[in-house]
């Protein structure tokens, strides 16, 4: 809805006109953006009864986009939204009770929260509450039911859902173990511009002793991970060429993988480097060059890094 005539619906009491004042304001469309003008009139759309509104003005709140930020104010407006089956305020707020932000932390809360917005159909909830299922620490674990919310996210196209019930098929958690379907899932999930699964995928199929071994498959699946940033699938692809396999052996381009990964902060691609230094892989041998990357794996959190330098 156009800007001047959303403004004049509102004024004339149109609730969803407010809201859609709201957006327009915050994403600049009609008129500048302007985050005070589109908090006010998310406020007037809540008071009038439109749930949304009172979800987005809870974001608000919660970013501190247009008002102070103010997480116990955020709290309520997504319970007036959730109770308005608004269902992403559902989601919100159990997110909120689960990590005990402007609300005690408190997972039994949470968890039906989570179910109201799963039933609502949003899909983010589903995710979220299977990810409590399963990782709780004040509840009972529940991945049986985790991978029933996995499978409606993922079968409704919330691609890190296919990755996460991947896992569970993998590990035959809440599910028979089938190393085909997890597969299937990492990949769809994979496709779909999910890096971390490119990754999971790739492992899978290197470590599953029932799928037939595709080393060039692995190098195409890490490959488009590491492209993407995912600096795991950088180190993990630096692997394959440091071994030959899948690709033609290449230390040059296993120490430059190596080298993205440690600069990402990621210890393990540290220790790769410490160990081609410390053997002489494609760079001179440098026990000094090695110590230097073993610390700085350490400091990292790579556990055997640690133990590399200290016996340097």
Known sequence: MALPNATRLCNQGNARACRDAGLDYRNGRGAARDEEAAAKFYQRACDAGDAPGCVDLGEMYAAGSGVPRDDARAAPLYQKGCDGNANMGCALLGIMYQVGRGVPRDEARALPLYAKGCEGNNLAACNDGAGLLQNARDIPHDDA??????????????????????????QGRGVARNTVQALALYQRSCDGGGLPACNEAAMLLQTARDLPR??????????????GGFLLGCRNLGELYELGRGVPRNDTQALALYQRGCDGRLGLACTNLGQMY?????VPKSPAEAKTFYGRACEYGDQNGCRLKGGG
């Open 214 to 227: 595709d080393d060039a498959r692995v190098a195409e699946l890490l490959t488009k991970s590491c492209s």
């Open 278 to 282: 410390e053997n002489g892989r494609g």
């Open 145 to 170: 039911k985790a991978a029933v919310w996995l499978a409606k996210a993922c079968d409704g196209g919330f691609l890190l859902s296919c990755r996460n019930l991947g896992f569970l098929y993998a």
